[in-house]
T-cell receptor, first 114, second 115 residues
Framework: DTAVSQTPKYLVTQMGNDKSIKCEQNLGHDTMYWYKQDSKKFLKIMFSYNNKELIINETVPNRFSPKSPDKAHLNLHINSLELGDSAVYFC?????????????FGPGTRLLVL | ELKVEQNPLFLSMQEGKNYTIYCNYSTTSDRLYWYRQDPGKSLESLFVLLSNGAVKQEGRLMASLDTKARLSTLHITAAVHDLSATYFCAVDKEDSGAGSYQLTFGKGTKLSVIP
């Protein structure tokens, strides 16, 4: 059973396009996250979301927007893609982060913007 | 802004040797996490350290946390090739009373264990 899944695994697209990445977790977790890993393998939080609120990293351009249709899904929509958006995007989930539960990561989506 | 620094960033070691990876962070936090990432793969949780003096061991890896020194170590004992991967430490901190917790990752330590 896949705990945190993402689709697609690879995404190649042109500059200026709009794309979405889907994330689903079947762990019953109440908090989900999106991270960006750049070419130097540096990981940075983009969003965290539970059923109460969305926390946005202030450095994330507003072209990026998370959408959560329900507790088990947190999709990432990207408008007007730029070359610098090329990276690996990881979705993650956890139980109550205030108690220090570990985050479980999805397999990643490798985005290449041409 | 919370900063997390790992060293070394690259580590090449022979099988059978011992070594330690260090993780320093810039602000008070009682919670530190270690993850492993294999090339082209996702992140796998190794350890969760939730209090000062916490020590956890799994196989050839042992992690510890000193919150007063703002330092965690990941000690590798008698390394084997299968341990070759990138190891990340991460610290979380509540966002100024907003009730949210976000992880800040170090840059990772790329470990190569040579036969």
């Amino acid at each position: 059973d896949t705990a945190v899944s993402q689709t697609p695994k690879y995404l190649v697209t042109q500059m200026g396009n709009d794309k979405s990445i889907k994330c689903e977790q079947n762990l019953g977790h109440d908090t989900m996250y999106w991270y960006k890993q750049d070419s130097k393998k540096f990981l940075k939080i983009m969003f965290s979301y539970n059923n109460k609120e969305l926390i946005i990293n202030e450095t994330v351009p507003n072209r990026f927007s998370p959408k959560s249709p329900d507790k088990a899904h947190l999709n990432l929509h990207i408008n007007s893609l730029e070359l610098g958006d090329s990276a690996v995007y990881f979705c993650a989930s956890s139980l109550h982060p205030e108690f220090g539960f570990t985050q479980y990561f999805g397999p990643g989506t490798r985005l290449l913007v041409l | 802004e919370l900063k997390v620094e790992q060293n070394p960033l690259f580590l090449s070691m022979q099988e059978g040797k011992n070594y330690t990876i260090y993780c320093n962070y810039s602000t008070t936090s009682d919670r530190l996490y270690w993850y492993r990432q294999d090339p082209g793969k996702s992140l796998e949780s190794l350890f969760v350290l939730l209090s000062n003096g916490a020590v956890k061991q799994e196989g050839r890896l042992m992690a510890s946390l000193d919150t007063k020194a703002r330092l965690s170590t990941l000690h590798i004992t008698a390394a084997v090739h299968d341990l070759s991967a990138t190891y990340f430490c991460a610290v979380d901190k509540e966002d100024s009373g907003a009730g949210s917790y976000q992880l800040t990752f170090g840059k990772g330590t790329k470990l190569s264990v040579i036969p």
